[in-house]
T-cell receptor
Framework: KAGVTQTPRYLIKTRGQQVTLSCSPI?????VSWYQQTPGQGLQFLFE???????NKGNFPGRFSGRQFSNSRSEMNVSTLELGDSALYLC???????????????FGAGTRLSVL | AQTVTQSQPEMSVQEAETVTLSCTYD???????LFWYKQPPSRQMILVIR??????QNATENRFSVNFQKAAKSFSLKISDSQLGDAAMYFC????????????FGAGTQVVVTP
């Protein structure tokens, strides 16, 4: 089975621009979570999607948004980029979202975003 | 609110020796999962081991084992017979069972393996 695929791997943008990152989960996985990783703040949860619905959201400004498609692929968008948005963005997928689910998240290799 | 604390920024171990990484967490919930993830220089997060809070038995995966002390809210990882390939950043992570997709991570411990 193919793993979680994130594209692109690297991005360079300038302040004020917007960016869209893509994540294809493991086949059959319906839950997709996004994380931001920076040296200063570590790993922080952005949001989670399941069956095209956002079920959970972290403490990020509204400039960060996401969506999920019917095939479980997910995108996240950051508008009006700021220097502080430079980070590694990680996507993870899980098999199921039930209360007694395994809750194991499998991660992609990430997209490294640099904002100049 | 839940927090995950890893107090060791870096740990060094010789090949074939054993190293233990510490992790404490804070929660008022009783139903949750704990994980150790490994992030090598490639930045790919790899699941090392998982522990369900309702299970008293400590999880083991080959050379990796945990010491789960629920009352003390402690979850340490022991790496036995360390190998050069074990060199990586190790993250302790917590998730409430009904917290959809929200893993909370510690700051990480860098493991250095010397020949």
């Amino acid at each position: 089975k193919a793993g979680v695929t994130q594209t692109p791997r690297y991005l360079i943008k300038t302040r004020g621009q917007q960016v869209t990152l893509s994540c294809s989960p493991i086949s059959g996985h319906r839950s997709v979570s996004w994380y931001q990783q920076t040296p200063g703040q570590g790993l922080q949860f952005l949001f989670e999607y399941f069956s095209e619905t956002q079920r959970n959201k972290g403490n990020f400004p509204g400039r960060f948004s996401g969506r999920q498609f019917s095939n479980s692929r997910s995108e996240m968008n950051v508008s009006t980029l700021e220097l502080g948005d430079s980070a590694l963005y990680l996507c993870a997928s899980s098999p199921e979202g039930g209360k007694r689910a395994k809750n194991i998240q499998y991660f992609g290799a990430g997209t490294r975003l640099s904002v100049l | 609110a839940q927090t995950v604390t890893q107090s060791q920024p870096e740990m060094s171990v010789q090949e074939a020796e054993t190293v233990t990484l510490s992790c404490t967490y804070d929660t008022s919930e009783s139903d949750y999962y704990l994980f150790w993830y490994k992030q090598p220089p490639s930045r790919q997060m790899i699941l090392v081991i998982r522990q369900e809070a309702y299970k008293q038995q400590n999880a083991t995966e080959n050379r990796f084992s945990v010491n789960f002390q629920k009352a003390a809210k402690s979850f340490s990882l022991k790496i036995s017979d360390s190998q050069l390939g074990d060199a990586a950043m190790y993250f302790c992570a917590f998730i409430q069972t009904d917290s959809w997709g929200k893993l909370q991570f510690g700051a990480g411990t860098q493991v250095v393996v010397t020949p």
